[in-house]
C-alpha cells in the first residue's frame, strides 16, 4: 500500500503564491503519471494539472499560464506552483499518483481571499 501526504496548503490573498508538495511513501517504484485535483464547495472533483514520468503536462485552461507542475521521480514527489492566486481557485487540492495502482492523498486545503 501506498500512501501521499500532501502538503503547503494555506490562506492567502488575491495575487498571492502557494506552493504544493505531494509525496509517496515508497520510493522504489515507478510512478506514471502524477496530478492534483481539486474540488470546490458544491462542485465536482476536477484536474488542475498532471505529468507524466516523462515529463509531459497538461493543464486545466483555467490556470495555464499561472500554475506549474512539476516532479522529482527519484524522491516520488509532485510539486504545484501556484501563483496569480484568485479566489475562484479556493478548494480542496488532491493530488493524485496512478501506474501502477492508483492512489489518492488527503487532499489540503487553498483558501484564497478577495
Known amino acids: 500500500q501506498v500512501q501521499l501526504v500532501e502538503s503547503g496548503g494555506g490562506l492567502v490573498q488575491a495575487g498571492g503564491s502557494l506552493r504544493l508538495s505531494c509525496a509517496a511513501s515508497?520510493?522504489?517504484?515507478?510512478?506514471?503519471?502524477m496530478g492534483w485535483y481539486r474540488q470546490a464547495p458544491g462542485k465536482q472533483r476536477e484536474l488542475v494539472a498532471v505529468?507524466?514520468?516523462?515529463?509531459?503536462?497538461n493543464y486545466a485552461d483555467s490556470v495555464k499560464g499561472r500554475f506549474t507542475i512539476s516532479r522529482d521521480n527519484a524522491k516520488n514527489t509532485v510539486y504545484l506552483e501556484m501563483n496569480s492566486l484568485k479566489p475562484e481557485d479556493t478548494a480542496v487540492y488532491y493530488c493524485?499518483?496512478?501506474?501502477?495502482?492508483?492512489?489518492w492523498g488527503q487532499g489540503t486545503q487553498v483558501t484564497v481571499s478577495s
Open positions: 515508497r520510493t522504489a517504484f515507478v510512478i506514471n503519471t
Open positions: 505529468i507524466t514520468r516523462g515529463g509531459s503536462t
Open positions: 493524485n499518483m496512478y501506474g501502477p495502482g492508483n492512489y
